[in-house]
């Protein structure tokens, strides 16, 4: 893991890229927030012409967009480079209709990082499922999805 001055700069960064990504500037997605020790993220999408279907809500795919790439990147930098940290599969149940902004916010906790350092310290994977609820300005629940990752440590760096 990276001393916290370098963490932050990198938090500030990455924020900077996320906002900059077409795709995100397209959708209306904006990345508010990512905490300088790169363990909470806070993203907020607003309705636009880009982003609204066809009933005039927010878009599905959009909504799954906004939340896509967090768990991976904050997981990749909590655990570092010695980690194989990929997307293993996702769903998105959606609740009411986005009709204004909305908003995710991603959180990791110590007793999280040390469960998948411990499955995975002899090589194996750890499969950790992970949920993030999408919600409107008034703090209603517009979709919840459910992340679930395939973590493990690279094959030089486990243990003999």
């Not at 990749?76 to 902004?101: H, M, N």
Request: some cysteine; charged content about 25%; proline content about 6%.
């Amino acid at each position: 893991m990276s001393n916290p001055r370098r963490l932050a700069r990198r938090a500030r960064m990455l924020r900077w890229l996320l906002n900059l990504y077409p795709p995100y500037l397209g959708a209306g997605i904006r990345v508010q927030h990512i905490s300088p020790d790169m363990r909470s993220v806070k993203v907020r999408m607003k309705l636009t012409r880009w982003n609204r279907n066809y009933v005039g809500t927010q878009f599905g795919g959009s909504l799954y967009s906004m939340v896509d790439p967090f768990y991976m990147l904050l997981l990749i930098e909590q655990l570092g480079r010695e980690y194989i940290v990929w997307d293993k599969a996702a769903s998105i149940d959606f609740i009411s209709p986005g009709k204004g902004p909305v908003y995710a916010e991603f959180h990791l906790d110590d007793a999280l990082l040390d469960d998948i350092r411990q499955q995975t310290a002899t090589g194996k994977k750890c499969l950790p499922r992970l949920q993030v609820d999408i919600r409107d300005g008034a703090g209603e629940l517009v979709a919840r999805v459910d992340k679930t990752l395939y973590v493990r440590l690279k094959p030089q760096a486990r243990q003999a």
